[in-house]
Structure formats: structure tokens, C-alpha cells
């Protein structure tokens, strides 16, 4: 297939004067970058309309193209659309399993490749983008995804909204960094930047856009609650995450809970990955009551079946660890199981419906039925 890139500014010239002209030539072509000429969308479903031959453009950007205000068409009946998320420790290490699907069927995947301590810190800070995870070094790594997260801000943006105030947004993205794995309160955070509650909600859409962050909804049974309750903003990479925190394998060893808050964004991005690939259909929510019992991860399936996640960054499990999934077993027959992912190499049973398992199970082996 033809590659065409509209980070070439020729091209997306040619794209925005005369869209119908370019897409006219093309028989079958890749078009990178698409968000910066959405004017293309018109004239690739004309071109569609024509020649109905599926898998004739293949159309790859780094911002969520249905969102933006430009888009005329959403080409709707005439395009499927995937999201890419960095690669998986599956991918990298071999793991054939896919947690949800296993987990779900009652059977935790086989450990393979095993990681604990410094090994699971490098694998944490490292996160999941191809061209960091190729860097040999973590300086070259930190220094790649600074220029990544610049090159989105700076250029990413623009095209996909008009900000007023871009100087703004490094720093605002720098303070969800510090909040990540927490309840969002737009007006606090908005409020130290001098950004009002609309401005602060709106730039995290444009994060969410770029695939950089996600808003987790609360369980609860009735759906309507967790429309109207406070969301958890979550990273999608660890890797990322990091480089804004600005920390270091050092400081995983002298502030373990800050570890602790970066190893359950690597785990949310697993098993996200997990749910894009599965055979099954599942929902990754939090739980939190009223008296302050939580959940980091819940994972709900079309049945309505639940299973609850916490995440630990040692090596031993304290009995104060399950009190919040405790507690979501107690909400019915629903919940099917409870794991505590934490930094060890055995299965542990931790009651009834409870275990200890290890966080490199999330690349493991599927265990025979």
C-alpha cells in the first residue's frame, strides 16, 4: 500500500487544498497522522462509496479522530476503528495467556517470565511504547518520552483543538501526573493552575484524545450511579507516567507507596491491553463505598460477573489488604473472585473467593483446564 504521512507538510498541504483530488489517485493507501486534515474523511467515503473493496485505507493518528470537532463524517457502516495501546508484557515476553479471559474461567495463567523487585521496578518505569522499550538505557529511555509528551502538546494539540493557553497545558498534565490512580476533582486541580472547572475538565478530554490518560468509572449496581459519581483518572502508561513524576529506580526503593501508585497504573495498563484482545467482553471500573472501602481495579464481564484487583508492591500480603475486596464480596453473588497482584512468585489462597497472585502472571501461560 502507498504510505502517505500528513506529518509531511507537502502532503498535508495537498490534503487540505484539494482532499477529493488526493484520495481520487489513491487505489489502496495508508494515511498517517490523519487528525491533521480531517477534510480527507468526505472524500475517502466518496471514494468507499465508488469502489466498495474493504481494507482500501488504512488511517493511523495519534489523537482519537471521531472526536474532534472538524470531522464531518464519521464514516459510520464504512470503518472499523481499533485503538493501538503500547505493547503488552505479553508481546515482549513471550505470554500466551490472556488474563481476563483465564481469570474469569477460574484458572490463573502459569508463570513464564518472572519479575520481582528491580526487575519488575525496570519493567514498570520502561512502560510499553515500541521506541522507548528499544532504548538501552533509562536516561534514553526518560529522554524519548519527553520528547514524545512535547511533540503531542505542542503540535497534537493544535491540531485537534484551539487552546487559548498552551503553556498551560505542561503543567497541568505534570499535576494529573499527580494524581493518577485518583479521584478527579477538576475545580482543585483546574483551581491551582488558574484554570475553572469546565477549562480543567476540557484539557483532560484532550489528554484522553491522545490516548494518554483515562477516566474509570465507579461500580455500582444501578448503571446510573457511575455516570454521575466522581471518576478516577487513570495513565495509560507507566512509562509515561514516570517521565512526568520524574522518578527513578532510586526512588522506587525510598518511596515504595509512590511505586506502589505507578505499579497499579502499569497493572491498569495490562489489563487493558487484556480486555482490547479478549474473547470476552469486560468493563474496568473501581470500587468505592461509603465508608471508604476501595478496590483499586473491578472487572465486570457482560454477565454482570465481577472480579476485584488490588495491587501491592511487596512481597508479603497483610491482612489489611483484602478488607476493601472483602468487602465487594459481600455486595452478592455477583463477585466471583478476588486477587491481590503483588510482587511475589506464588499463588496464595486468601479465603474464600480470595488469592495472592503474582503480577507476572499478567504475562503468563494459559494453565490447563
Not at 495490562?270 to 470500587?287: F, I, P, V
Not at 483499586?296 to 491482612?319: M, Q
Amino acid at each position: 500500500m502507498r504510505y502517505l504521512t500528513l506529518d509531511d507538510e507537502t502532503t498535508r498541504l495537498a490534503a487540505v487544498e484539494d482532499p477529493s483530488g488526493m484520495i481520487r489517485v489513491q487505489d489502496r493507501a495508508v494515511i498517517d497522522e490523519i487528525q491533521r486534515a480531517p477534510q480527507l474523511l468526505l472524500a475517502i467515503k466518496k471514494s468507499i462509496d465508488e469502489d466498495r473493496r474493504p481494507g482500501r485505507f488504512l488511517l493511523t493518528g495519534s489523537a482519537n479522530l471521531m472526536t474532534l470537532p472538524t470531522v464531518a463524517d464519521s464514516l459510520a457502516g464504512r470503518m472499523e476503528t481499533l485503538s493501538l495501546f503500547p505493547l503488552s508484557q505479553s508481546e515482549m515476553r513471550g505470554g500466551t495467556a490472556n488474563w481476563l479471559d483465564s481469570v474469569f474461567s477460574g484458572r490463573i495463567p502459569r508463570l513464564q517470565t518472572v519479575l520481582t523487585d528491580n526487575n519488575l521496578v525496570e519493567a514498570v518505569l520502561a512502560g510499553g511504547y515500541p521506541e522507548a522499550v528499544m532504548r538501552a538505557t533509562a536516561r534514553r529511555r526518560t529522554a524519548w518520552a519527553r520528547q514524545y509528551i512535547d511533540a503531542l502538546i505542542q503540535r497534537d494539540v493544535r491540531d485537534i483543538a484551539g487552546v487559548d493557553r498552551l503553556d498551560t497545558l505542561p503543567r497541568f498534565l505534570g499535576a494529573l501526573a499527580q494524581v493518577s490512580g485518583q479521584l478527579c476533582n477538576y475545580s482543585q486541580l483546574g483551581g491551582q493552575l488558574g484554570l475553572d472547572h469546565k477549562t480543567a475538565a476540557r484539557y483532560v478530554g484532550l489528554f484522553e484524545q491522545m490516548f494518554l490518560l483515562r477516566r474509570i468509572e465507579v461500580y455500582a449496581a444501578n448503571r446510573l450511579n457511575r455516570v454521575v459519581k466522581t471518576p478516577k483518572l487513570q495513565f495509560i502508561d507507566s512509562g509515561l507516567l514516570a517521565t512526568l513524576l520524574d522518578f527513578s529506580p532510586d526512588k522506587a526503593v525510598r518511596d515504595r507507596s509512590r511505586f506502589g501508585n505507578l505499579l497499579e497504573t502499569f497493572v491498569y495498563g495490562e489489563l487493558r491491553k487484556h480486555a482490547a484482545s479478549a474473547d470476552g467482553d469486560y468493563r474496568l471500573l473501581y470500587y468505592r463505598d461509603h465508608d471508604k472501602y476501595e478496590v483499586d481495579l473491578v472487572i465486570e464481564d457482560t454477565a454482570g460477573r465481577l472480579i476485584g484487583v488490588e495491587v501491592k508492591a511487596a512481597a508479603t500480603i497483610k491482612a489489611s489488604d483484602l478488607k476493601g475486596l472483602k468487602r465487594l464480596a459481600a455486595t452478592g453473588d455477583r463477585f466471583k473472585m478476588g486477587v491481590v497482584l503483588y510482587d511475589g512468585t506464588e499463588t496464595m489462597p486468601m479465603g474464600e473467593r480470595l488469592c495472592a497472585v503474582p503480577v507476572s502472571t499478567l504475562w503468563g501461560i494459559e494453565e490447563a483446564a
